[in-house]
């Protein structure tokens, strides 16, 4: 079992800036692949940035060159750090853990870009 803890989410005005962290705990030496997910009501949960134990990393179009994603292992934690936000980047981010076949998903942080 693998638990995770999102924060960092907020209101920004577009152009601004947010870093999400997600907390891994339980089995996390298990884990090979984290990602953080998007969702607004209405539309499917969409991939945004993953990254592997192998620390390969892909992203969504619509957020390269402004999103990053980064793994600190010591301290068990995956960022996001989201540059240069948009309006449409408003939705609530989950953060996403793969492990022994099985995928865990955190509660959510709402992200909210308007001025």
């Known amino acids: 079992q693998v638990q995770l803890v999102e924060s960092g989410g907020g209101l920004v005005q577009p152009g601004g800036s947010l870093r999400l962290s997600c907390a891994a705990s339980?089995?996390?030496?298990?884990?090979?692949?984290m990602g953080w997910y998007r969702q607004v009501p209405g539309k499917q949960r969409e991939l945004v940035a993953g990254?592997?134990?192998?620390?390969?990393?892909n992203y969504a179009d619509s957020v390269k060159g402004r999103f990053t994603i980064s793994r600190d292992n010591a301290k068990n934690t995956v960022y996001l750090q989201m540059n240069s936000l948009k309006p449409e980047d408003t939705a609530v981010y989950y953060c996403?853990?793969?492990?022994?076949?099985?995928?865990?998903w955190g509660q959510g942080t709402q992200v909210t870009v308007s001025s």
């Open positions: 996403s853990a793969d492990s022994e076949g099985s995928n865990y």
């Open positions: 339980g089995s996390i030496l298990s884990i090979y692949a």
């Open positions: 990254i592997t134990s192998g620390r390969g990393k």
